[in-house]
DNA sequence: GATGAATGAGGGTTCATTCAT
DNA sequence: GATGAATGAACCCTCATTCAT
């Protein structure tokens, strides 16, 4: 009768609340992030916060676990499919054009990702993965040099567009991929 | 016997309170950054971090303003001395291996002030012009595309040298800046 | 032995603070109650102040609020049982040497509410309200202007009485009351 | 040269801080008044405070003794010219009804004062004389408890036409004055 | 299992006061 | 004498966390 429904048999909670972290996270910052926002964000009442983590810190790490492995698997999806030289230039390069750095959500989480990452090195092995996962694809059609290089390329690309207000088309990313990988 | 000295007259403490507050940064985040504790790394009393600041958030811009002048006048003076394309490519291979990313610390606060810039528009400007330095000097000699590129993966390297353990030499670095600006 | 008991599921407590507030106000001003001294008071830990209060403010209305009320409700009590003009008279005279204002407390807290009022907008439909009340009742047994200095009267008897050691006295408040309402 | 003039042989800036401290006390109350605020009304730099007056208490009294003081002097001035009865009547109708209460500022005042008197006992001999001094002029014309009820009356109509939006007009004080004091 | 009322540590900030000049 | 830079105590308030239900 209350307009308050009690909430019930929800199987995804911890899911929910991860996902709201990430937000309250590009939204705050990892400064202002608290359980509270947190709490508001994912609808789900204060309580539940430390019921489902031990605390503000395993809530931050899981939502940095999700955010890199949410990416590193749409990394692998441009990826995987790639049979010929060709093709990785051509998914290397859509990566860093990609629409997901369109939106500053993703490119501000990570930046707080790798700042946090930095501090807490339990986040390091996932985040090693993380960019070695471009390396492992690329290193099948390139020279692991080259890999790698691209891998920096590509990460700077990204930075660059994002924090500068005088971008690197496709094209350019296009000419200088064929150059460093010629 | 270290009893309290009196501590009057002490001219440039805003000057170190400042570089305190990057010290702590470096050390807890911005999420972590208190006045008790910048109070205490920069030893004054707390009562001095509103007096000379008038708040938080004017402490913070402040700190990352000088970061950022930091860093910006290192690279310029990395860059200055270039007369040949040659010797701007070799500058921008001294920058992407240079000690200044060796510790840590520049890089985290470098990723702190990423972060933080995105959602504090007011920083945002020295942001950019700290960027567009090394595109500024490298145009000088390449053209725009080369330019804007030559910034980004060195961006890039840097990043990629930090985060992963996965390292980039500098015969690498040469490598590709060559074929960048063949 | 007084260690500190656990405190939980204390019904009233908000009350219990209220009323602790304008004790701290009747010894020390407005100007002088703090979350602490309250908290000391009501013997609630400090935390519980913003909890069950948004802030400071919300506290001290609500505490003069009640102040208000509870003098509201006894002049009430006084005069709702009166059906004649001479009864009218002799509550009248009754509430202006009431035992209420034998205690300063209440006099000074009448002070201070007043003087908080004079600031603070949203009082004021309360103090209104409550310094009409006498007047409504009285203008049922006498003319409305009778009513009002009447009213004004036993203020400033009341007053009069408390700031004074020259004290006017139950005889020549009657007599006065029968003069003016003669 | 510079925009701000030095200040100094000024004779009467006691008196000036004085006079703004009953501005800043008007203003925000004996609570919200400090000692930066009275400076700035005052014009004066910060450390002249402490440096005219011991403490804030000190500062408080000084202003509050001069409130009672500037009214004490301005009651005696309308009553002192008072030959006759008649006159006297009509000296304290013009009394209550007095251009000083029109603006709020005084009452305020005033309910302040006699809110911090009753916590600081230094004030009260102030406070008495003050209060006694109508009495005094008037029990040369009425009989003692008249002059102290007629006090008492004039007290409680300023008050309750400060606060009351409900006024008592100057023919209805002129008519209850003429019955008191039949 | 799940909740939200309750707590107290610690946050940013203000301010009366001191004292070297 | 007069100042204002400097201090630290105390302010209000937020918040992660606990625990009785």
Redesign the pocket.
Known sequence: MTT?A?????PD?RDRIIDSALDVIAQYGVA????????EAAD????????????????LQEAFARLADTMSSQLRTTLEAVKTKEQARQAIIDWACSEMWKSKRNLILAFELTAFAAREPSLRPQLERWMGISEGYLSQHFGKSTAKVLDAFVDGVVMHNIMSSNHITRDEVTEFVQKLTA
Chains 1, 2, 3, 4 share one sequence.
């Open positions: 308050k009690k909430r019930r048999y929800e909670r202002g992030t608290t359980h509270r926002r947190v709490a789900v009442p204060l309580g539940a916060m430390t019921y489902y983590f031990k605390g503000m810190e395993e809530l």
